[in-house]
């Protein structure tokens, strides 16, 4: 335990790395691993203090709300609006993007999905927050909603949350990928995973297969292809799938293998959110080594029309989302 390396600690060591820092960066950051405590606290006693189920309402989305996405989302935008950091906030719970604060210092602008997976809450599931940072623009006149469009590329730190068997914070800053696991006892979250490489092929796939017959043939084929066996290609690959993202885009991330959720008849332009989904993860999995795209284009490259426009999504090992794009495409029989 004399060795640990705490949250605030290695989020400060390494800005001292990098020439041109001002810390509040860094103390965003460490604001994240704030609110997460909080969320891990709360998670964890909610079947006790009546924060399960739903509150019979749609968010911003049309997915119905669940009493903690409602309450996640409030503890994100007090968490930040303290800091005098974050211009705006943008939500899946919100339906606009939010100003917080307009300061001098209020430069940064804050994209995040307070409640990942929200629907495992009833069953004592995983679920996460996903949040992505970008610098706000020094170009006087430019609305917030214009500034909150933009293409992943431009993100200066992004990241996760799993609450599960345990509470895990895993970010970036644009240098290397780093993951920290709460001791409830300390009340800290410590370093557990130094500089996190995705492998370049995995044996696992993540999906969700009910809609199996509603996919384009290159996706189906490919689904086949990864159920064949071939001990040269590393197949079969195992379904791993828990209706959370950042579960399974952690284990793809460790593991190595690939998550997908393409379009569908029920979602035509793909389910997942670009802004505060796509983009973030898949800032990320890149600074680790994988990559992520729509299916033909790069995540990173695309640039949102709007801050809850949906994208088809595919993330994980490189070597995998590329085989995906091959079948997608029609290049392989």
Same mark, same amino acid.
């Given at each position: 335990?004399?060795?640990?390396?705490?949250?605030?600690?290695?989020?400060?060591?390494?800005?001292?790395?990098?020439?041109?820092?001002?810390?509040?960066?860094?103390?965003?950051?460490?604001?994240?691993?704030?609110?997460?405590?909080?969320?891990?606290?709360?998670?964890?006693?909610? $079947?006790?203090?009546?924060?399960?189920?739903?509150?019979?309402?749609?968010?911003?989305?049309?997915?119905?709300?669940?009493? +903690?996405?409602?309450?996640?989302?409030?503890?994100?935008?007090?968490?930040?609006?303290?800091?005098?950091?974050?211009?705006?906030?943008?939500?899946?719970?919100?339906?606009?993007?939010?100003?917080? $604060?307009?300061?001098?210092?209020? !430069?940064?602008? /804050?994209?995040?999905?307070? /409640?990942?997976?929200?629907?495992?809450?009833?069953?004592?599931?995983?679920?996460?927050?996903?949040?992505?940072?970008?610098?706000?623009?020094?170009?006087?006149?430019?609305?917030?909603?214009?500034?909150?469009?933009?293409?992943?590329?431009?993100?200066?730190?992004?990241?996760?949350?799993?609450?599960?068997?345990?509470? +895990?914070?895993?970010?970036?800053?644009?240098?290397?990928?780093?993951?920290?696991? /709460?001791?409830?006892?300390?009340?800290?979250? +410590?370093?557990?995973?130094?500089?996190?490489?995705?492998?370049?092929?995995?044996?696992?796939?993540?999906?969700?297969?009910?809609?199996?017959?509603?996919?384009?043939?290159?996706?189906?084929?490919?689904?086949?292809?990864?159920?064949?066996?071939?001990?040269?290609?590393?197949?079969?690959?195992? +379904?791993?799938?828990?209706?959370?993202?950042?579960?399974?885009?952690?284990?793809?991330?460790?593991?190595?293998?690939?998550?997908?959720?393409?379009?569908?008849?029920?979602?035509?332009?793909?389910?997942?959110?670009?802004?505060?989904?796509?983009?973030?993860?898949?800032? /990320?999995?890149?600074?680790?080594?994988?990559?992520?795209?729509?299916?033909?284009?790069?995540?990173?490259?695309? !640039?949102?029309?709007?801050?809850?426009?949906?994208?088809?999504?595919?993330?994980?090992?490189?070597?995998?989302?590329?085989?995906?794009?091959?079948?997608? $495409?029609?290049?392989?029989?």
């Amino acid at each position: 335990m004399t060795q640990a390396i705490t949250l605030s600690r290695h989020v400060i060591e390494e800005e001292h790395k990098h020439q041109g820092t001002t810390g509040t960066l860094s103390r965003l950051l460490l604001q994240v691993g704030f609110a997460a405590k909080i969320l891990a606290r709360e998670i964890g006693r909610a $079947a006790l203090v009546g924060k399960l189920g739903l509150i019979g309402e749609k968010n911003a989305t049309g997915d119905t709300q669940k009493k +903690l996405d409602v309450y996640a989302n409030e503890v994100v935008i007090e968490a930040f609006a303290e800091t005098g950091l974050v211009a705006g906030v943008v939500s899946e719970e919100l339906e606009r993007v939010q100003e917080v $604060a307009s300061g001098v210092e209020a !430069k940064y602008i /804050l994209c995040i999905d307070p /409640l990942d997976g929200s629907s495992n809450t009833d069953t004592n599931g995983v679920i996460g927050t996903i949040f992505g940072i970008y610098l706000k623009e020094k170009t006087p006149g430019v609305s917030l909603i214009d500034q909150v469009l933009n293409r992943g590329a431009d993100l200066v730190a992004a990241g996760y949350v799993m609450y599960g068997t345990s509470t +895990l914070l895993v970010y970036t800053s644009g240098h290397g990928v780093h993951g920290f696991t /709460l001791d409830r006892e300390l009340g800290e979250f +410590l370093l557990s995973h130094r500089d996190l490489c995705c492998p370049e092929q995995g044996r696992y796939y993540a999906a969700n297969l009910g809609h199996y017959h509603e996919w384009a043939p290159g996706i189906r084929k490919y689904i086949d292809y990864l159920e064949q066996s071939d001990n040269a290609t590393c197949r079969p690959y195992s +379904l791993r799938y828990t209706g959370a993202l950042v579960a399974d885009l952690h284990r793809c991330l460790v593991d190595g293998g690939i998550y997908f959720y393409p379009q569908d008849a029920a979602h035509p332009d793909g389910k997942l959110r670009l802004v505060y989904e796509c983009a973030p993860l898949a800032y /990320l999995v890149q600074q680790a080594g994988g990559y992520a795209s729509d299916g033909k284009r790069r995540i990173l490259d695309l !640039k949102p029309d709007s801050i809850h426009q949906r994208s088809p999504f595919v993330i994980g090992s490189r070597k995998d989302v590329e085989m995906y794009e091959r079948f997608l $495409a029609g290049g392989i029989a």
